[in-house]
């Protein structure tokens, strides 16, 4: 069995997610024997995949992705995002796409859609960007400007706690017994409890902090929106995704995406590569 079908037999086995496509207003659903098939081998020159996880997370949320992505023989991987700030952040990941010889897909979870617009406006070999429950800045905007721009978000006071960190700043933690209903939901209580124990903080400054760059609309661009999402709430990824004229994916979930629904991920990474090896 070649790597292609074994990749196709794992999904098929494996996927349970049901995925809508919005190309502008029109939507339809792929039945999931039909998503298992589109997986195939990748080209000898396919671009390279670099993850970057988000905040009150690390970059095991992408195990899953990373090991079936790897599988096929897609060149993969995953940045540990600092979660100090916007440039802070997006200059180490600027130096990481740098490393890389030849195109590069940035895959963007929550806070690091901040990340990734940012390098794609730096940087040129970044051709495809997907957005995964995540945010996307014009010039400006914040963290907190965007996950607040419509109501839902349960990213309150009552459901975090700060605690002093070293050279004055202030991380911000989720408490972990609203780990599964503000980040988590569509995870079993087991794995919601091992992610809320090893959760990484965001640097408090982090939230105000605004987007200098936004990603050039000539990059081909996937929103995959988390229709349960109670972190940044939906609504906020409909109004981003539209104004970005990112390509909508939606997918029954929390805002743990990458956990949650692992193999719409892949699904749609899979989308990306082909349209940035054009």
């Known amino acids: 069995m070649n790597r292609s079908s074994s990749l196709s037999a794992l999904i098929a086995t494996l996927l349970a ?17 039909t998503r298992a098939e589109s997986f195939h081998h990748p080209h000898n020159a396919s671009p390279t995949v670099i993850f970057v996880h988000g905040a009150f997370a690390d970059s095991s949320s992408w195990n899953v992705e990373i090991s079936v992505l790897r599988s096929a023989g897609y060149p993969v991987i995953a940045y540990a995002n600092p979660l100090r700030g916007i440039a802070n952040d997006a200059a180490g990941l600027d130096a990481l796409v740098k490393s890389v010889d030849g195109p590069v897909v940035l895959v963007g979870h929550s806070y690091a859609g901040m990340v990734v ?19 996307i800045p014009v ?6 400007d965007l996950v607040t721009k419509f109501p839902g978000s349960q990213l309150v006071a009552a459901n975090l706690h700060s605690v002093a960190a070293p050279g004055g700043q202030t991380d911000v933690y989720i408490n972990q017994d609203k780990y599964g209903t503000v980040y988590a939901g569509g995870l079993s209580q087991p794995d919601i409890t091992v992610a809320a124990a090893g959760e990484r903080p965001l640097a408090a400054a982090a939230f105000a902090e605004a987007a200098t760059l936004a990603a050039p609309a000539s990059v081909p661009k996937w929103e995959i929106v988390a229709t349960q999402d109670h972190a ?13 004229g990112a390509r909508i994916v939606r997918t029954r979930s929390g805002h743990d995406v990458p956990a949650a629904q692992p193999f719409v991920v892949v699904k749609v990474v899979e989308e990306a590569i082909a349209a940035a090896s054009k």
């Open 232 to 244: 940044v709430p939906t609504q906020v990824q409909e109004f981003m995704a539209n104004r970005a």
């Open 17 to 33: 997610a049901s995925i809508s496509f919005n190309a502008s207003a029109d939507t339809s659903t792929t039945p999931a024997s």
């Open 117 to 135: 617009s940012q390098v794609a406006a730096q940087e040129p070999s970044v051709k495809a960007i997907v957005y995964v429950a995540a945010l």
């Open 139 to 144: 010039v400006g905007e914040s963290t907190n």
